[in-house]
């Protein structure tokens, strides 16, 4: 059975940081690209950041110059360091497969939330 486990959420003020982390099952993260996904209230979930299996990134013109997506193939993780926070980031925060693959379950996220 294939998991994706996010983690490292929380309440951040404007202009801070936080990392987020994924655990995925080796089944799945030895052979995919992986993804951050997130979804604000009333939106639909959308592509953050993406790194393939070599570890080539491209990131999201909205999140450009502040997040970065990296993956550690030793640990089946990947993570989302995100700076210079605003309040339009707040979401969930997803990782899973890019594309993402029909028969893998999302996992439960990650709340980000920024505000003063």
């Known amino acids: 059975q294939v998991h994706l486990v996010e983690s490292g959420g929380g309440l951040v003020q404007p202009g801070g940081s936080l990392t987020l982390s994924c655990a995925a099952s080796?089944?799945?993260?030895?052979?995919?690209?992986m993804g951050w996904y997130r979804q604000a209230p009333g939106k639909q979930r959308e592509l953050v950041a993406r790194?393939?299996?070599?570890?080539?990134?491209v990131t999201a013109n909205s999140v450009k110059g502040r997040f970065t997506v990296s993956r550690d193939n030793a640990k089946n993780t990947v993570y989302l360091q995100m700076n210079s926070l605003s309040p339009e980031d707040t979401a969930v925060y997803y990782c899973h497969t890019y594309p993402p693959r029909p028969e893998i379950y999302w996992g439960q996220g990650t709340q980000v939330t920024v505000s003063s």
């Open positions: 080796e089944s799945i993260f030895r052979i995919y690209a």
């Open positions: 790194i393939s299996v070599i570890g080539i990134t």
